[in-house]
Structures are given as C-alpha cells and as structure tokens.
C-alpha cells in the first residue's frame, strides 16, 4: 500500500515533481497491461524461451516497481507494509511458473494504488484550492504612487489597493473605501458581506464592489488563511485513534501472514502428502488474499475525505481524532454571548410614560448617552442613527459607574440608568415604574434603563444581546442529530440567561460565572453525562475549551485565540455550523464501521475460500483489490455531504 503523504502543501517545483512521479506510476501500470497481453500471445505462438522470460521479467520489474520503493523505505524504518505480501506473492508465482497470474496480480495491485491516490487526491482539493487565493503580487500605494510588488515583499503598513474582482492578498483594515466582500472560500457563507472603513477584511477573500484602499496587518505566513492552510494539513496527517490502532496492528498482521504462509508450505505437504508446488500456490494465494489493504485504507479514505469536506464549508477538524470524539458527545455546552446572541447590545422596547411620546425618549436618552463610551450607551446612539435622529452634545456629562450617566442642557439635567441613580440623585422612582422594570427583567428583557427629566419620568427603554433568530431551531437540530442534553454558560445575570434558557428550550442553565466556573461545569457535564463539547469565543472560554471532550470555536475568522484553543474551529458566525460538524462526525463513524466491516468479511471469506475449496490467484487478486477499490469509493462519498 502507497504510504499516503501528509506534509504541509509543497512549493510549485515541488509539485511538478510530484505529478511526473504520478505520471510514471500511472505509465508503468499501462506498460504492465501491455507486458500481460504481449506475454499471453508469445506463450501462445511459442515464442523462444529467452525472449518469453524477457517480455516477463520486465513486466514484473514495472508492476512492482513503486511496490518495492515502499517495501524498502518500510524496512529502512524497521516496519512491514502490505505490499510486501503482494511482491512475496507474485515472486512465488513466478516460482511455480504462473508468471501471468503474478502478473495480473502485480498489475491490479499498482492499478488500485493509482486509483487510491487519485481518489485521495480529491480531497486534498481543500488545500490546493485555497492556494489558488494567494495572488502572486500585489498592487500598493507607496509615496502617492502605485506600485506592484511580489506578495512576500508585502509587510505590516503597507498600503494595498484593491479592486473590483482582486483577491484580498493579506489580513488587513480598510483605510478607505466600500466594498461587497465574498468570504465563503473562509467562512463557508454564501451571501456578501459590506464592509468599510475600519472593518477588518481576510487574507483569501473577494472584494466584489468597490475601490479599497487597506492597510496590512499580518505578514503572508501570520495570514488567517496561511493558518488554515496550515490547520488543514496537520489535520489530515493527524490521525483518528481507530486509524492509530490499524495502522499498529498492520505490521503484526503482515508478519503474521508471512508467517502462516510459510508454514503453510513447509508443513502441510509432508504431513498430508499434498503436491509441494500445488500448495505452494494455494499459499500465495493465501498471502494475496490475506492482505489487509483494504482495512487499512479504509479509515483516512474518510477521514480525508470529511475533513476536506468540512474545510470547503468554513470548519476546520484539527484531526481526525476530533471528528471521531465529535461523533460521541451526548452533551453541547453553549457560551452565551456571541454564539446563542448576536454578542453586541441592541435596544428592544422603549416604554414612554403617559404624555411622553417614544420619539421624545429616545431623543432624551441618546443625547444623554451620547458622551458615554459603554456599549449600551454605542447601542442605544446606533438605534437612534438607524432612526434618523440627530443627536447633540449635551452641555455637561457625568457617568456614575455600576449606576448610568447624568447629562444637562438647556439648563434642565437628565438622568438614565438603574434605579440606584436616581436613589443616589435623591429621586424617588414611582412604584409603576418599579413594577415595571421588575416585569422586564423577569421576561429576560436585559438592562433596563430608566429616563428622567428635569424631575419628570420619560419611561423606560431596554437593551439586550438579542437571541439568534435561528437558535432554537439549530438547537433542535442538534437534538435531531443526537445531541442528548444542551446545556448555556454565561457569566450574564440569572434573570436574563434564565428567560433566554425557556425561550430556546435549553436543558440547564448556568449563569454569573467566571471562567473558572466554566471550567468546572464542563467537567461536571462529562462525569455525569458523558462527552461533552463546548462551544465558545476561543478567549474567555479558552479553559473551558480546552477541558471539553470537543472544543468549538465559533466565528472564529480572523480570531488567533480561537484558532489555537478549540479542537473544532466554525469559520462562520452561524448557529447551523455546530448541527453540520455533528452530523458529517456520526456520519463519517458510520461510514469508517462500513468499511472496517466490509474489509474484514472480504478478507475471511477469501482465507476460508482458498483454504477449503481453493481459488485461482487471479480471483484472489479480483477480490481483494475490488474490495480495496470500494472501501475508497465509500469514503469518498464523504466529500459531498451537506
């Protein structure tokens, strides 16, 4: 069996090497064809010895050229491969005068290598593919001038100008400019996302719109994609632990078949009086029969073919390990904020008082908020904008932490926050209002604000980290697909993460934790329930992550953090990401069983078939290559998955 290679992508020299080193194989398996056939027909017209033993000899030199190659890297390492058994086979056929059939045997062994390799090939397409989105060079602006660089010439603060249809060459921040950027060949989603100034756009995707001006933030090798590339290669040299254990067990297999063999030849002749040649061929039948290539290919045709899958679609297997454990987890712990939430603070209900209208609040609270650097402060000003309203400085501002923020203009001061400022400011709140912030927060609306000016109440306005549209429905997907029990984490209050828990029919909720207490629960989760994957930002939660049976890292482009904690990095800021990885694990487990089963009945019932009725070597050969053909071909279904 053709080791296959699992190296990070080559340079361009190198893989011109690689291909003509593919074309010879896939020659000299053409020339073992020609060399079956030529010998046939000098057999039959008797042709002289000496050019008959000729045409042979070379036909055995081209089919089991590649198979010796790997024969002695194997036993230069000190291990036996299977193609060892193949060789060993065909020279005994060629002991006993079967050289054709050793030949055929010869020829559908080198033949299914070509094809494995072919097949394999197909799914490292992930890689190559996302080579092909590295432009060579590079156009910058430098000293008022354009000027088209090498992209390894390319440093941090450089200027590069980008435009409609050019690939982004490098991480970097948009300087000046609007564009539509296509970032499916990263995150897997289809749909354009508008970016401008300030946004941080990635190494590998399309400006589709637009002329950009960006300013580079990592070097070609720092790169997202460079990352990924990376991540997706270790990855497929990374091995699952069924893999492990085949691929330990495959030398003392191929030992003990060599072994058996040979006794089978020494002893049974003398003890049952049976013809030394004819069992000398029914054990290189035995040898051809008993090879294991199918079994051993079975499990990375697989594995490679889910993880390139999983790459083309923006999610990132650090091995095949992680894809096995994947396929066991009976429990998903969800961060809150930004996996089950948007993770930024929208405005949600404005309630003005009787003979105060909403617009009329909402130009109060803005104005008030408008100095202030807190997030629902940039949230309720975002709200006001997407509004239309135009929001003045107030003439003087103050803000009371843990309390809210106290504003004055038009010689009139306006009050938002809690009901602790306005406690501290020496206001009384109604008990309505009271009321009613107490009803807000035990619906989980999130902060409640309330406005006063002037000394009249305005009324109320709330701000929360908004649900996914999609989460309950993702998460009942993720129960469909096997998923026992989903637990939240978050280190939100109670009374919002315990709303939010209902709304999605989450199984238990864990709110005011430290990262710490993440930590723990996930490792609570897994003694009590069994594997446990946890789902978070890959920083806060990097603990947790990293205690989980299966870390998930969640829109995690561009996120360092996040690409070296989890074990599952989800390129895509989408909640359905999570549902496929579970489905394409348990479905690549299913297939990996498919193929181990099948692989080990073809072999049985090959070894029973040669040792009781006895089977011509060319169907021996039939079998098990066929055999080693359709585990491939079954693996291979993994790359259309969806």
Avoid at 25 to 47: D, K, P, W, Y
Avoid at 495 to 509: K, S, Y
């Amino acid at each position: 069996m053709i080791t296959l290679s699992t190296s990070r992508p080559e340079t361009k020299p190198e893989r011109r090497l690689q291909f003509d080193a593919t074309f010879v194989e896939q020659l000299f398996v053409v020339l073992t064809l020609v060399g079956i056939v030529v010998g046939v027909l000098l057999e039959r017209v008797e042709a002289a010895p000496g050019l008959l033993l000729t045409v042979r000899m070379a036909t055995y030199f081209v089919g089991g050229f590649f198979a010796v190659i790997a024969i002695i890297k194997a036993l230069r390492e000190r291990t036996i491969e299977v193609d060892l058994l193949m060789v060993l086979a065909a020279l005994g056929a060629a002991y006993v005068d079967a050289w054709t059939e050793g030949a055929i045997l010869l020829f559908l062994f080198s033949l299914s290598n070509v094809l494995q390799n072919y097949a394999m090939n197909r799914t490292r397409s992930a890689i190559s593919s996302l080579l092909e989105l590295r432009p060579d060079t590079v156009t910058i602006r430098r000293d008022g001038e354009l000027e088209e660089v090498p992209l390894e010439a390319i440093v941090p603060g450089d200027l590069v100008v980008l435009r409609p249809g050019d690939r982004v060459p490098l991480d970097g921040v948009i300087m000046q400019g609007t564009g539509n950027f296509d970032e499916s060949a990263i995150t897997g989603e289809s749909m354009p996302v508008q970016k401008g100034v300030g946004a941080t756009i990635l190494a590998g995707t399309l400006n589709q719109s637009g002329a950009i001006d960006m300013q580079v933030a990592k070097t070609a090798e720092e790169s997202t994609l460079a990352r990924i590339i990376g991540m997706v290669s270790d990855a497929q040299a990374r091995k699952a632990q069924t893999q492990s254990f085949l691929d330990r067990a495959e030398q003392w297999y191929a030992m003990g078949v060599i072994a058996t063999v040979a006794l089978f030849i020494l002893l049974v002749p003398p003890i049952f009086g049976v013809n030394f040649s004819d069992n000398f061929y029914r054990g290189m039948v035995l040898l051809t029969v008993a090879s294991p290539c199918a079994l051993v290919i079975s499990v990375p045709a697989a594995l490679l073919s889910a993880i390139a899958n999983a790459a083309r679609k923006g999610v990132l297997f650090k091995g095949g390990a992680h894809l096995e454990e994947l396929s066991r987890v009976k429990v998903i712990a969800f961060d809150k904020t930004g996996t089950l939430t948007y993770g930024r603070p929208e405005v949600t209900d404005i309630l003005p008082q009787p003979g105060v209208t909403a617009h009329a609040l909402l130009v109060a609270v803005a104005r008030a908020e408008y100095q202030s650097e807190h997030p629902i402060a940039r949230a309720i000003l975002a709200y006001a904008e997407a509004q239309g309203l135009e929001t003045d400085e107030p003439e003087a501002f103050e803000a009371v932490t843990g309390m809210g923020v106290r504003a004055t203009w038009d010689g009139e001061e306006t009050l938002v926050g809690a009901p602790k400022l306005f406690a501290h400011a020496g206001l009384s709140v109604p008990q309505e209002l009271l009321d009613e912030v107490d009803r807000l927060a035990l619906e989980g609306r999130g902060t409640v604000l309330l406005a006063a000016r002037g000394g009249h109440w305005l009324g109320l306005i709330t701000v929360m980290d908004r649900e996914r549209p999609d989460a309950a429905a993702q998460l009942a997907e993720l129960r469909a697909a096997g998923i026992e029990r989903i637990v939240m984490l978050t280190g939100d209050n109670e009374r919002v993460a315990e709303a939010l828990g209902r709304r999605l029919g989450i199984d238990e909720v864990h709110a005011s934790l430290m990262p710490e207490d993440k930590l723990r629960i996930v490792e609570d989760l897994g003694r009590r329930y069994g594997p446990t994957a946890m789902v978070g930002d890959g920083v806060n939660d990097a603990p947790a992550l990293a205690a989980a049976a299966s870390g998930i890292a969640m829109g995690a482009a561009g996120t360092d953090a996040a690409l070296e904690t989890a074990d599952i990095v989800l390129m895509r800021d989408d909640l359905s990401a999570i549902a496929y990885a579970v489905k394409l694990s348990k479905r690549t487990q299913r297939i990996v069983w498919q193929n181990i089963s099948f692989a080990l009945t073809v072999v049985v019932v090959l070894v029973i078939a040669t040792l009781t009725i006895g089977i011509p070597l060319p169907l021996g050969v039939v079998g098990h290559e066929g055999s080693t053909i359709i585990v491939v071909l079954n693996g291979l279904r993994l790359l259309a998955h969806r």
